[in-house]
C-alpha cells in the first residue's frame, strides 16, 4: 500500500490533532500517581498539584540530592505541560531533567516517551518514531505495565500519522501484552486504538503483521479483526462471530477490554431495521438494477440468518412528488425508508425541516450546503456522484505532482458540467487546465487530439516555413505542446478505445491518462488492450471476484457498464440500511461496499474511495496501495 494512500487511511481512522491526541495526553496523566520516595516532606496532594507546585517540589529534591525524586515531580509537571499543550515549556522543563544514568529503567522511559509526544505535537512525526524506536529496543519486561501501554498509544499515533499503519500495528501488539493489568482507562484506550490500527489494513497487510508478531496475544487481536471483518455486512453474522471468538480465546486481552466498536454491536442488533420501504422507479433500466442488487444482498443477508428485515418495494415511476410515495411507505409502517432515486423527489425531502423516519435516499440534493444545515437531520444521501469520483482523480493527480492538465470530454451539458467542477476543482488545489478538447458522437478523433495537443499550430508552422523557404525537401516532424503533465479523459470503452491509441500515434504516449469509470464497462468479451497505461478509479464489484457478483451474473440478465455498477449501489443501498445507525454513532467507521469503501460525512452524504486501477496488458490491475 502506498505512502499517501496509508496517510489518508490514517486521517480518515484517526483525528491526530484533536481527540486522539487529547486521549492520548490523558494517557500519559492517567496511572502516574507513583509518589517520590521523600513526598512525606512535600506539603501538597501529588494527585492535584500545579506545574509550579511540582517544579518548587524538584527543586527542593534537587536541593537535597534526590535526583529521582527531583525527576518524577519534573516529569510530573511536563505532562501537565504536555496536557495543557504548553509544548514549548514542557521541552525546556525536560532539558532542566536530572542525568539519565541518575534515573531508573522506568523513569528513563518516561522521559523519552515524553520527548516522543512533544515532537509528535509538534507535528515532528519523523523524530518521534526515532524516540520510539530507542525506547523499543529497552527490555520491555522491566517496565510496569501503565509505561508499555502509553509507548503503544503514542506509536499508534505517531506510525498512523506516518503512513504505515502496519507498522504500528506490530508495535502496539509487541507493546501491549497483559493490557489487561494495567490502568483500566489505559486498557480501555489500548484495545480501541488497535482495533482501529487493525480496521485500516487489508486482508493482505494484516497477513503480514500476523508473520511479523507472534504469541497468544497478537494472534488473538488478529483473529478477532479477520472474523469480524469475514461478517461485516452482517450485524447478526458479527455478533455470532464474535460470540465463537470469545468462547475460544477465553484468556485475551480483548476480552476484558473488547474494544468499543464491538460494545456496540448488540445495541446496533437491538435498533436495526424490521421493516424497509424501497422505493424505486421499477419500469426504468436503474430503477430494476437497483432493485436486483438490493435483493441479492437481502436474501445473502438471509441465509446467514432469518432475522432479516421485511421488505415492502413501492413503485415511484410514475411520482412527480416524493411525499405521495413517502406517506405510502409510512402507511405500510415501515421504520426506515431507502429511496427515492430520482433526484427531483430527493430534492423534495431534503427541503423539508425533518422526517418522520430515517431515510437512505439513492441520490444527492441539488443544495450542496456541506454544512448540512437546512437539510433533515434523519437524511442520508448515497449515490455513484461522478463529483466524488472527480475528486479521487484529482487526490492521484496531486499524489504524482501534476500541475498542468488536458481534458478531454465529449459534448454535451451533463458533461459541460464535469468538465466545470473538474476544472473548477483542480484549479482550487492549485493546478491549472491548460487544453481541453470535445468530441461529438461521430468525431474525428484525429482533429480532436491534433486540437488538444496543438499539432495542427506546429504542421500550419512548417506549412508558412516551406512557403517561405526556397527548398521543398524540408524534413519535419510534428511536436506536441509541452506544457502538459497528464490528460483527464470522460469517455465510454469505445470511445477510450480510440482515443488513447490516437493520442499515441500524436506523440502523447509518455502523457499519463487518468479516466473515470465510464472508461470500463467490465465486459468480457471486449478488447482493452488498446487502454494500456490509462489509469482510472472503479467499483471493487467491477473489478475483484465475489461470490455475491457471481451469484447475480448467473441468476440475472447480463449487465455491464452503469446497469452493473447500479446493481452494485443497490447491494451497497443494503449494507448501509442494515449499519446505517453505527455508521451515524461512529463517524470513523468505514464499511467495505462493493462500490467503495463507505464513510459517512458531518453533512450526512455517503462518500466512496474506489480503488484506482491501471490497464496492463487489457486487464484493470489495482495500483499499489489502492
Given at each position: 500500500m502506498s505512502t499517501a494512500r496509508l496517510l489518508q487511511n490514517a486521517?480518515?481512522?484517526?483525528?491526530?490533532?484533536?481527540?486522539?491526541?487529547?486521549?492520548?495526553?490523558?494517557?500519559?496523566?492517567?496511572?502516574?500517581?507513583?509518589?517520590?520516595?521523600n513526598s512525606g516532606n512535600i506539603p501538597f496532594d501529588l494527585a492535584s498539584a500545579s506545574v509550579e507546585t511540582l517544579l518548587d517540589a524538584a527543586s527542593q529534591a534537587e536541593s537535597q540530592s534526590d535526583a529521582e525524586a527531583a525527576a518524577e515531580y519534573r516529569l510530573k509537571a511536563i505532562e501537565l505541560l504536555i496536557y495543557e499543550n504548553n509544548l514549548r515549556r514542557a521541552a525546556t522543563e525536560i532539558d532542566a531533567l536530572p542525568a539519565q544514568q541518575l534515573l531508573s529503567d522506568e523513569l528513563r522511559a518516561s522521559v523519552?516517551?515524553?520527548?516522543?509526544?512533544?515532537?509528535?505535537?509538534?507535528?515532528?512525526?519523523?523524530d518521534a518514531r526515532s524516540l520510539l524506536q530507542e525506547l523499543d529496543s529497552r527490555a520491555r519486561e522491566s517496565l510496569p505495565i501503565d509505561t508499555n501501554i502509553k509507548i503503544a498509544l503514542l506509536a499508534g499515533e505517531v506510525y498512523n500519522a506516518l503512513g504505515d499503519p502496519s507498522l504500528a500495528a506490530v508495535f502496539q501488539l509487541s507493546r501491549s501484552e497483559g493490557a489487561e493489568y494495567g490502568t483500566p482507562l489505559l486498557a480501555r484506550q489500548l484495545s480501541d486504538s488497535i482495533w482501529l490500527t487493525l480496521d485500516t489494513l487489508s486482508i493482505d497487510e494484516i497477513d503480514a503483521v500476523a508473520s511479523a508478531t507472534a504469541g497468544y496475544h497478537a494472534r488473538g487481536w488478529l483473529e478477532l479483526n479477520k472474523a469480524i471483518r469475514r461478517e461485516e455486512f452482517s450485524l447478526r453474522g458479527q455478533l455470532d462471530a464474535l460470540a465463537r471468538w470469545q468462547g475460544v480465546w477465553t484468556q485475551h486481552a480483548a476480552t476484558s477490554y473488547l474494544p468499543s466498536a464491538l460494545l456496540t454491536l448488540n445495541a446496533a442488533w437491538d435498533r436495526r431495521p424490521r421493516h424497509i420501504g424501497l422505493i424505486l422507479p421499477l419500469q426504468t433500466a436503474a430503477g430494476r438494477a437497483l432493485q436486483e442488487g438490493f435483493i441479492a444482498a437481502y436474501y445473502q443477508s438471509l441465509a446467514i440468518s432469518r432475522e432479516v428485515p421485511r421488505i415492502s418495494v413501492i413503485d415511484s415511476s410514475e411520482a412527480t412528488d416524493a411525499f405521495s410515495v413517502y406517506d405510502e411507505a409510512l402507511r405500510l409502517g415501515v421504520d426506515l425508508v431507502v429511496g427515492p432515486l430520482d433526484k427531483a423527489l430527493v430534492n423534495q425531502i431534503a427541503e423539508l425541516p425533518r422526517l418522520p423516519t430515517l431515510t437512505l435516499a439513492l441520490n444527492y440534493a441539488d443544495n450542496d450546503d456541506e454544512s448540512g444545515e437546512g437539510k433533515p437531520s434523519d437524511l442520508v444521501q448515497f449515490g455513484l456522484a461522478p463529483e466524488n469520483e472527480i475528486e479521487q482523480i484529482i487526490a492521484l493527480a496531486r499524489q504524482r505532482g501534476f500541475k498542468r492538465a488536458a481534458v478531454i470530454t465529449p459534448e454535451g451539458d451533463n458533461y459541460t458540467?464535469?468538465?466545470?467542477?473538474?476544472?473548477?476543482?483542480?484549479?482550487?488545489?492549485?493546478?491549472?487546465?491548460?487544453?481541453?478538447?470535445?468530441?461529438?458522437?461521430?468525431?474525428?478523433?484525429?482533429?480532436?487530439?491534433?486540437?488538444?495537443?496543438?499539432?495542427?499550430a506546429s504542421e500550419d508552422r512548417a506549412r508558412r516555413l516551406r512557403a517561405t523557404l526556397p527548398r521543398n525537401n524540408i524534413e519535419f516532424t510534428p511536436q506536441r505542446r509541452s506544457d502538459i503533465d497528464f490528460i483527464f479523459l470522460i469517455a465510454n470503452p469505445r470511445q477510450g478505445r480510440q482515443l488513447v491509441p490516437t493520442l499515441a500515434f500524436y506523440y502523447a504516449q509518455d502523457l499519463p491518462l487518468l479516466a473515470l469509470p465510464s472508461i470500463y464497462d467490465g465486459d468480457p468479451s471486449a478488447s482493452t488492450r488498446d487502454l494500456d497505461g490509462l489509469v482510472f478509479g472503479d467499483a471493487p464489484w467491477m473489478v475483484r471476484p465475489s461470490e455475491l457478483r457471481s451469484v447475480a451474473d448467473e441468476n440475472l440478465a447480463p449487465a455491464f457498464g452503469s446497469s452493473q455498477r447500479l446493481r452494485a449501489m443497490g447491494v451497497d443501498s443494503f449494507y448501509l440500511a442494515m449499519q446505517l445507525t453505527q455508521l451515524r454513532d461512529n463517524p470513523q467507521r468505514s464499511l467495505r461496499g462493493v462500490t467503495g469503501e463507505l464513510s459517512l460525512t458531518e453533512d450526512g452524504k455517503i462518500m466512496r474511495k474506489l480503488v484506482m486501477l491501471k490497464f496492463e496488458n487489457g486487464v484493470p490491475e489495482p495500483l499499489p496501495g489502492s
Open positions: 486521517k480518515d481512522s484517526w483525528n491526530i490533532s484533536g481527540i486522539c491526541f487529547a486521549l492520548l495526553l490523558l494517557g500519559l496523566l492517567d496511572g502516574c500517581q507513583s509518589t517520590p520516595a523519552q516517551l515524553a520527548r516522543a509526544t512533544i515532537a509528535f505535537g509538534n507535528g515532528d512525526h519523523s458540467r464535469l468538465r466545470a467542477t473538474f476544472q473548477s476543482r483542480w484549479e482550487q488545489s492549485g493546478g491549472s487546465v491548460v487544453a481541453r478538447s470535445v468530441f461529438g458522437p461521430e468525431e474525428d478523433f484525429s482533429a480532436v487530439v491534433k486540437n488538444l495537443l496543438a499539432i495542427d
